[in-house]
């Protein structure tokens, strides 16, 4: 795992061509592919808990935004991704915990 | 220092208020009891009791139901023992929370943990169950036990001290009221594996051999003290789950998709399937409708606020126990989506698995969201941030505010009587004015009919004509009492009631062919004979295309003295089946007598049993247990016992030396229990009895002294305690 600034190599351009594959194979949406790619991003790159705890507030926040402008189909595809980010929060935040752990 | 107490926990006891106000401005209206969906109100638990400690639910609801035993016992009328019951769950929810946080955040600020607990207590998801049937039953009561279940399971995996242990126990105990439905239990279960893993994994507890030892003690306590609906259960189990294997009637697919949630709902503690019949979606308030969007985007604010926590400087304990929190919401949100993309595959494989496949129900898996929610506010208002005046001023308005609004109809009141989910598609939101309700004023006759049962003490039992079917198998629909459920019988008598709308004999609806005008209506009394049925209430509240399908046989039967008036009134007419009729409780026949599932088959095979059935004289030992004198006469014959069919009831031959034989059960037998009794050459005895009882014994026996123990080392420790506080004191002097 990498921390700090981003500098790309031949791997990591195989693991992400790997991980858009991935979703062609299971024929996700743009948004699902990209959200893969960022929980493999968030890993790799030890992205820090807070960077990601931030994007997944304003995802959250935005869902009863949504709503309140009558976009309920939006809110409820918007509702599905937070829950995502938070997955790879939660997965990202217990990743740290086991290293510091170690 | 009593001054003092009451300083220390003021902010307990203005909580408290809040829920006092609601119990009383949602008291039940005098004169009524409960019928609704599956459930029923018991009002006779007097005679009922022993019916339901040995009967079906085999131990398991004794505990919830003692309660309302002591409730009658004092007085206390139907309506007021569901206020009694609004408020023990009100206020124990709130109090089992409030511990939690004392337990485990106790630097939290009392008047946070006390705005926290109310949220705990009154709140969407307990809106729900207090406005649909569910909130009725005895297994919805586990809520008030996760969070002091959690706390102390936390503190004896954390900390050693006694008095921790003797108190988890003493929970484990009260909290096995809730496994009526056993589901509850598997997913309690599986809720304390996760947390534990997540303890683990996050090092709140620590990998050691003591965490070991602490796991198999409370492995062990646990079962110990559950032993007494654990050990009945086993065998209905696999009978249950043969049944369930066998069966068309449950699609899974079918019931994933049905009770599957939105992250959007999981997120605000919504059901999505059925939201229509629940607040906020079912809004009481026409005059500030306005609010009802409103109230809909508010209920995102608990969890938006739990989120918050996420965002702001947490100590690392805090933190820790976050993660643990957010990660079992985040699997227990991904079971909720069920069916739903992208964890429909890995569900439907999941639901598939023994056991887990009882978990296909929305609240088995929802019951724990707002205790997780909860537990992350609370660790949102222990923050740093939150002591600065401005923020917990704010943040302290906002939350008030959505407490309010979210469980508006707690304060507002009409629970039962306005927002019942009864009440969802009426126009009158009011129970006195709908169609239907949940809230049964039962006419007097039927209490004045309780003398004639209360005065026939044989095993003889209840049903009812037309056939009248409610919405569901199980139910049924009497108009004018605004009953859509099980049928008031159940209630109110301590006799058994047979429902037409379920399956008595195998897989048959006998009751759906009663109005059949091709076949002489003789059959009905006939059948009715076969399963001792000697009362049967006919209807005059039924829906009129029954009465008026059923009208010519009734009045065919009551001609022809098959059915004798006992009692009439507006609401019924009580008819009583003759003696000559009914089939004894336990009888013999030389040949096995099947009954052929064809109303025009029916009375030519009764009739010939009716010539051949020898009555025998029995001794009940206790509910489910009997003995038969067996003579050399009873040599080859058939053994019958009125009872539902279940191949868990036994029958054995003990002979004189003692050597004991199992009968072999006649399984073409559908409409009673049937042995073969083999050629004997000495008399003896047949015991008969039903398997899961006598394992009820034993773990009654095991939980006991189980439960026992737990008071008698609560007792040592609190005693060594106090000795050592005492040697403290001297030492110090």
């Known amino acids: 795992m990498r921390q700090g600034k981003v500098r790309l190599s031949w791997s990591d351009v195989v693991i992400f061509a790997l991980g858009g594959l991935f979703g062609l194979m299971f024929r996700w949406n743009l948004p699902e592919t990209v959200l893969f790619l960022f929980f493999l991003w968030a890993i790799r790159y030890s992205l820090s808990v807070k960077k990601i705890a931030m994007i997944t507030g304003v995802v959250f926040f935005s869902i009863p935004a949504l709503l309140l402008f009558g976009f309920e189909k939006r809110a409820e595809e918007i509702a599905l991704y937070s829950y995502y980010v938070l997955v790879i929060l939660v997965v990202r935040a217990m990743i740290e915990i086991g290293n510091n752990s170690r | ?733």
């Open chain 2, 1 to 733: 220092m009593e001054e003092n107490f009451l300083k220390r926990y003021q902010g307990f006891y203005i909580g408290l208020g809040f829920l006092v106000w609601a119990i009383l401005v949602n008291r039940f209206p005098g004169g009524h009891i409960f019928i609704g969906g599956d459930v029923y109100q018991l009002t006779n638990l007097q005679d009922q009791f022993p019916a339901l400690h040995f009967g079906w639910f085999s131990g398991r609801v004794s505990l919830f139901y003692a309660f309302f035993l002591l409730l009658q016992k004092i007085g206390i009328s139907p309506a007021a023992q569901l206020s009694w019951y609004l408020g023990v769950f009100l206020i124990g929810a709130y109090i089992s929370f409030w511990l939690f946080s004392r337990l485990i955040f106790s630097k939290l600020n009392e008047w946070w943990a006390m705005a926290v607990a109310i949220f705990y207590a009154t709140n969407v998801y307990t809106l729900y169950i207090f406005t649909a049937s569910w909130g009725f039953t005895s297994y919805q009561i586990l809520y008030v036990f996760i969070p002091v279940l959690v706390g102390f399971y936390i503190k004896v995996l954390t900390e050693s001290k006694a008095s921790h242990w003797g108190w988890f126990f003493f929970v484990v105990s009260l909290a096995s009221m809730s496994f009526s439905n056993p589901a509850f239990a598997v997913s309690l279960g599986l809720m304390f594996l996760l947390l534990t893993a997540l303890l683990l994994w996050a090092g709140v507890v620590p990998f050691s051999s003591i965490f070991f030892r602490r796991i198999i003690l409370v492995c062990i306590g646990g079962v110990l003290l559950n032993a007494y609906w654990l050990l009945p259960l086993l065998p209905q189990a696999r009978a249950g789950v043969a049944e369930i294997s066998a069966s068309t009637d449950i699609v899974l697919g079918e019931a994933l998709r049905k009770t599957s949630n939105s992250v959007m709902d999981t997120v605000r503690l919504l059901q999505t399937h059925e939201q229509g019949k629940y607040y906020p979606a079912n809004f009481p308030y026409p005059s500030i409708a306005f609010l009802k969007p409103i109230v809909f985007l508010m209920a995102f604010v608990p969890f938006l606020l739990a989120m918050g926590g996420l965002l702001i400087r947490q100590s690392k304990e805090t933190r820790r126990l976050q993660w643990v929190m957010v990660g079992i919401w985040l699997l227990f949100g991904i079971l909720m989506m069920k069916a739903r993309f992208p964890f429909e595959t890995m569900n439907s494989f999941l639901f598939q698995l023994p056991v887990l496949n009882a978990l296909r129900g929305w609240d088995k898996l929802a019951i724990y969201t707002p205790f997780f929610v909860s537990t992350l506010l609370l660790m949102f208002f222990s923050s740093d941030l939150l002591k600065e005046r401005k923020w917990a001023l704010i943040s302290g308005g906002v939350f008030g505010c959505t407490l309010l609004i979210l469980a508006l109809p707690f304060y507002a009141g009409g629970l039962q009587t306005d927002l019942s989910y009864i009440l969802a598609q009426s126009k009158k939101k009011d129970y006195e004015q709908a169609r239907q309700s949940t809230l049964i004023r039962i006419p007097d006759p039927y209490y004045a009919a309780q003398g004639i049962f209360d005065a026939d003490r044989t095993e003889s039992r209840i049903s009812m004509l037309p056939y009248s079917p409610g919405s569901s198998i199980g139910r049924v629909d009497l108009p004018k009492l605004k009953i859509n459920g099980p049928h008031p019988a159940n209630a109110l008598y301590g006799k058994r009631y047979i429902e037409l709308s379920d399956y008595y004999i195998a897989k048959w609806i006998f009751a759906k062919e009663f109005s059949r005008s091709d076949i002489q209506p003789d059959w009905i009394v006939d059948l009715f004979g076969l399963l001792e049925i000697k009362y049967v209430f006919y209807h005059h509240d039924a829906k009129q295309k029954a009465l008026d399908a059923f009208e010519p046989q009734r009045q065919y039967l009551e001609e022809r003295g098959l059915l004798v008036r006992q009692m009439q009134n507006e609401w019924f007419t009580l008819y009583e089946i003759p003696k000559q009729w009914l089939f004894p409780y336990v009888y013999t026949s030389p040949t096995p007598i099947t009954l052929e599932l064809n109303p025009e088959k029916v009375s030519e095979r009764v009739q010939e049993l009716r010539k051949d059935a020898v009555s025998l004289s029995y001794e009940k030992k206790s509910f489910k247990e009997f003995t038969v004198t067996a003579d050399v006469m009873l040599s080859n014959q058939v053994l019958y016992l009125n009872e539902r069919m279940d191949p868990l009831w036994r029958a054995e031959l003990v002979q004189e030396d003692g050597s004991v034989t199992p009968l072999s059960r006649v399984d073409t037998v559908l409409y009673a229990n049937a042995w073969k009794i083999p050629s004997l050459s000495k008399d003896g005895v047949i015991h008969i009895h039903y398997f899961p009882n006598q394992l009820l014994w034993v773990g009654e026996w095991i939980s006991g002294v189980a439960f026992l123990g737990v008071i008698g080392w609560g007792v040592y420790s609190l005693r060594r305690n106090r000795l050592k506080e005492k040697q403290y004191v001297n030492c110090s002097e």
